[in-house]
C-alpha cells in the first residue's frame, strides 16, 4: 500500500485519480470529503517530503476489500492512517493526528484478546442481533457482535470498527441497554428490546 500512501502525503508525487474509488470517502481530523471533492482534505495532507511506516497492519477484508492500518512520521509529524481498498481503489481513508500514540496503538494494533465465556459465544448464532460488550466505565465497546446486529445497524463490522473504534456510545441515543436506540449509517433510528446477560465486566445483549 505505500504507493498509495505517497501519493496521498508526499507533495512531490502526484496523485493519480484513477486509484480513487467513486464511492471515495476520505478525512483527515476536522476535515472530510467524497470523490468529488475530495482535494478539501488532500489539500490540508499532501504536504510532506518524507515518510517513515512506523507501524503497520495489513490484511484483507471479505469482497474484495483490503486494509491497511500505519502509524507513519511525515517529516516528524505523527499520523495514524487507516486504509481501505476496493478492488486495488481507495475506497476510504481516514487520518489522524495522533495526540497520545499508547491509544492507539492499544485501540487498533493490541493482540490482547479479551476471554469470553461460551455461553457468551453462542448467542451469536442467533437469527436475532446479538452483541457482546466490554463495559469500560459505561463506555462500551463492542468485542463481538453478529450479521443481523450489523445489517440492522447499516454497517460492515470492519467499517464500524475503525470509524468509532468499537464504542457503541458513538452511535448510542440513550444509554437503556435493555430499549436501546441507535444511529444506523444514515443517520435513521433503529430501536432495540434486548436481554441482558453479565459475566464481570462483559454484557451480551440478546434481542428478544
Do not use: C
Not at 59 to 88: H, M, N, P, T, V
Not at 157 to 169: C, E, F, G, M, S
Request: glycine share 2%; no cysteine; aromatic share 12%.
Amino acid at each position: 500500500m505505500e504507493k498509495y500512501i505517497k501519493q496521498l502525503f508526499i507533495n512531490n508525487i502526484k496523485l493519480e485519480e484513477e486509484i480513487l474509488s467513486p464511492s471515495l470517502y476520505i478525512s483527515f481530523d476536522k476535515y472530510s470529503a467524497l470523490r468529488g471533492d475530495y482535494k478539501i482534505v488532500l489539500n490540508e495532507i499532501k504536504k510532506y517530503n518524507n515518510i517513515n511506516i512506523i507501524k503497520s497492519d495489513i490484511r484483507a477484508l471479505q469482497e474484495g476489500y483490503e486494509q491497511g492500518l500505519f502509524i507513519l512520521d511525515l517529516d516528524g509529524e505523527l499520523l495514524f492512517l487507516r486504509l481501505i481498498l476496493s478492488d486495488k481503489l481507495i475506497y476510504d481513508s481516514l487520518i489522524y493526528t495522533i495526540d497520545n500514540i499508547d491509544l492507539i496503538n492499544k485501540i487498533f494494533f493490541s493482540k490482547e484478546e479479551i476471554k469470553i465465556n461460551d455461553k457468551f459465544l453462542n448467542f451469536l448464532n442467533s437469527d436475532k442481533s446479538v452483541v457482546i460488550l466490554n463495559d469500560e466505565n459505561q463506555k462500551y465497546r463492542i468485542l463481538k457482535a453478529n450479521k443481523a446486529f450489523y445489517n440492522k445497524i447499516k454497517y460492515e463490522d470492519w467499517d464500524y470498527a475503525n470509524k468509532y473504534q468499537n464504542v457503541l456510545n458513538q452511535k448510542m441515543i440513550n444509554t437503556d441497554l435493555n430499549h436501546l436506540e441507535l444511529y444506523q449509517s444514515d443517520n435513521n433510528i433503529i430501536k432495540f428490546e434486548f436481554d441482558i446477560y453479565t459475566d464481570s465486566n462483559i454484557i451480551a445483549l440478546v434481542e428478544k
